[in-house]
């Protein structure tokens, strides 16, 4: 069996796309067992690897882990994006909830029905540009260093730059009025291990289109 962590999901982002990015801004190489069908899930229920009967799952140092966020909080401690004291450790997770609520947001918007769809975009938008986005711009401006915690690459950092690439792809012309989270976008593509996971041909997963969302929902529904 091999020492890599292997990741058992679909073949798209979801709730696992956070975990590659943090193996990869680690620099740890991972493989991957995609669902292609609600069989390979139900098989996965059936001989109980899935604590919760749902995945995310990763099988790591022996364990089956389940959980989008344990899952992260073990690679993000075990890897040392983690901050270096529990006052950075609670920031950390200030700023990361807060992430994985407007993540929640984009992971609902490839489910809704075509006639929501606008309207639902133009909600989510307006929440990012809002409500979440102003507070990494003020806590880069706060901090005045190059990442958001401290003065080294945290989780925050890495799970803030997947969101703003994300949203570029949708509305890249959000971002005008924030210099701060540019600049932080240039800055962190750069770092070695984050610029190699943004290369094509990496395990990085696409946006997702009708065919992904379809395959998806005949898996889980």
């Known amino acids: 069996m091999s020492g890599k962590p292997r990741l058992h999901y679909f073949n798209g982002r979801g709730r696992m796309e956070p975990i590659r990015w943090l193996l990869a801004a680690a620099g740890v190489e991972f493989e991957e067992s995609f669902l ?3 069989e390979d899930l139900t098989k996965l229920q059936k001989d ?9 799952m990763v099988e790591i140092d022996g364990m089956k882990l ?3 966020r ?12 983690y901050g270096k004291d529990l006052k950075e450790r609670v920031l950390i997770d200030m700023y990361v909830e807060g992430m994985f609520d407007l993540n929640e947001l984009f992971l609902m918007y490839i489910v809704q029905p075509a ?5 639902y975009f133009a909600n989510m938008m307006n929440k990012a540009e809002n409500r979440y986005f102003p507070v990494f711009e003020k806590v880069l401006k706060d901090h005045g260093k190059d990442f958001l915690v401290g003065n080294q690459l945290s989780r925050a950092d890495v799970q803030l730059l997947e969101i703003i690439l994300m949203v570029e792809e949708w509305k890249p012309e959000i971002f005008a009025k924030f210099p701060l989270l540019q600049s932080f976008r240039a800055r962190l593509s750069n770092i070695p291990a984050i610029k190699k996971f943004l290369q094509p041909g990496s395990q990085r997963k696409p946006p997702s289109d009708d065919d992904v969302v379809d395959k998806v ?3 889980f529904y």
């Not at 109980?48 to 995310?56: A, D, I, N, Y």
């Not at 344990?70 to 994006?81: F, P």
């Not at 006639?115 to 309207?119: A, L, S």
């Open 115 to 119: 006639d929501k769809k606008e309207e």
């Open 217 to 219: 929902m005949k898996i």
């Open 36 to 38: 292609e069908k609600k």
């Open 66 to 68: 389940v959980q989008t």
């Open 48 to 56: 109980g690897s899935l604590l919760f009967q749902q995945v995310p």
């Open 70 to 81: 344990a899952i992260a909080n073990y690679i993000s401690t075990k890897y040392n994006l």
